[in-house]
């Protein structure tokens, strides 16, 4: 993934994506069946937010993995992890059969090898254990409302592309679950919920990040002037903004 801002930021953005997440990823943990003996690896941890939601709740073993040493020590920092590790998805360094639950949260977007990644999270998690994608996009299906923001989605879309994402992500995790050797997989998508109040906060936040995206394709006179459409549309409660986000479980049936 493609970093510009400084850890801080990045740490608020993943804040704010944890709590959109928050009750499917309790059903889905609770379905894994995590209580306060499971082990489980979180891989692309980044600076830890998942990580540290999952073993306050349930009091368990926690382990994860990033490629971004800043982001890991970040993380020790903040939250005193003592089982972070700098290493790569596709060559986890644990044995077989290492962990209870192994999952990942808005990370399979930025991987290329997705099949490769999987199988890795496969192999380390126990015989019976679960594996789970919490959440990922699909961009490339995103709504834009009013029309005259549909250029907003567009060119985020292509500064995705630009960063290395795979904006159809999460459409993909259905076949990916199934066709890797996992039981009993279910997908999901997440609902979405537009709310009057608080509407220029929801409109400060997107943009923060948003003008870094956009800054690759226009200049600061345009999207002055796209943020203040998108503000008034916000104001009369025009604005929908909604990327279909999907989440996948599936169990370890077998040893590929």
Known sequence: MSRTKPISELHSQYVVQSLWTEPTRNYLLNLAGARSNSRILEVGCG?????????RKYSLTSFGIDIDFSCLLFAQNEQCFDRLALADVQHLPF??????ITFCHYFLLWVHDKNRTLKEMIRVTRLGGAVIAFAEPDHR????????????GRLQNLSLINQGADITAGRKLAQLFNTNGLSNVMVGIYGNEFKGENVLEAHNFEWNYLKDDLSIWLDAEQISNLIELDRQARINYQRILYIPTFWAIGWVSNVS
């Open 47 to 55: 600076t830890g937010v998942i990580l540290e939601d999952v073993r």
């Open 141 to 152: 299906a995103r709504i834009d409302y009013p029309a005259n923001l549909e250029e907003i």
């Open 95 to 100: 044995p077989d059969q290492s962990f209870d």
